[in-house]
């Protein structure tokens, strides 16, 4: 299975930083790949798709890069609803596989 | 609206078994591959299997083969996960998403069901 690897586990950041959050893929995933945002007692919810896509309705100050094995996550300017555990996905072949997580917290 | 939503959780003991269901609209359900994903008390995400759209191909974590069965009816638009010889391990919330296939797109994602396995 190919492995999904996060970073940081966690970060501390205050309204209005600027916040990376990188994957990296044990092999290349092409761009079959996608961010999520889990808020605490809900469900995942879509950010990026194709590694560089914005989900419709999804702000603009959240954006993707990257392709092949290496994935980042930008949060251009963080706001209040922003604090949350992102997750990474890879959907380039089975078992679709998840990075271990990334909590933002407030510094 | 697209809309996903699960039922059929509970407490279930070591070696029971437990079907859940996912119910969907604002789509058309036949057209669109359906996945579920699960995540136990205070982890991350582990995907479980999947399905395409016909049913006619599945797919299973090696964490659930043999255990757990992935089906659905598209004239009922809903999908199932029929779980056997369940274990302690299985304690999860189980999720449902839609899912477009080889893009990193599971969405929407239902308000999930708990499955708690424990005697």
């Known amino acids: 299975a190919i492995q999904m690897t996060q970073s940081p586990s966690s970060l501390s950041a205050s309204v209005g930083d600027r916040v990376t959050i990188t994957c990296r893929a044990s092999?290349?995933?092409?761009?079959?790949f996608g961010w999520y945002q889990q808020k605490p007692g809900k469900a995942p919810k879509l950010l990026i798709y194709?590694?560089?896509s914005l989900q419709s309705g999804v702000p603009s100050r959240f954006s993707g890069s990257g392709s092949g094995t290496d994935f980042t996550l930008t949060i251009s300017s963080l706001q209040p609803e922003d604090f949350a555990t992102y997750y990474c996905l890879q959907d380039y072949n089975y078992p679709p596989t998840f990075g271990q997580g990334t909590k933002v917290e407030v510094k | 609206e697209v809309q996903l939503l699960e039922s059929g959780g509970g407490l279930v003991q070591p070696g029971g078994s437990l079907r859940l269901s996912c119910g969907a609209s604002g789509f058309t359900f036949s057209n669109f591959a359906m996945t579920w994903v699960r995540q136990a008390p205070g982890k991350g995400l582990e995907w479980v299997s999947a399905?395409?759209?016909?049913?006619?191909?599945?797919y299973y974590a090696d964490s659930v083969k043999g255990r757990f069965t992935i089906s659905r009816d598209n004239s009922k638009n809903t999908l199932y996960l029929q779980m056997n010889s369940l274990r302690d391990e299985d304690t999860a919330i189980y999720y449902c998403a839609k899912r477009v296939v080889g893009s990193g797109w599971f969405d929407p994602w239902g308000q999930g069901t708990l499955v708690i396995v424990s005697s």
């Open positions: 399905i395409s759209g016909s049913g006619g191909s599945t």
């Open positions: 092999q290349g995933i092409r761009n079959d």
């Open positions: 194709a590694a560089s």
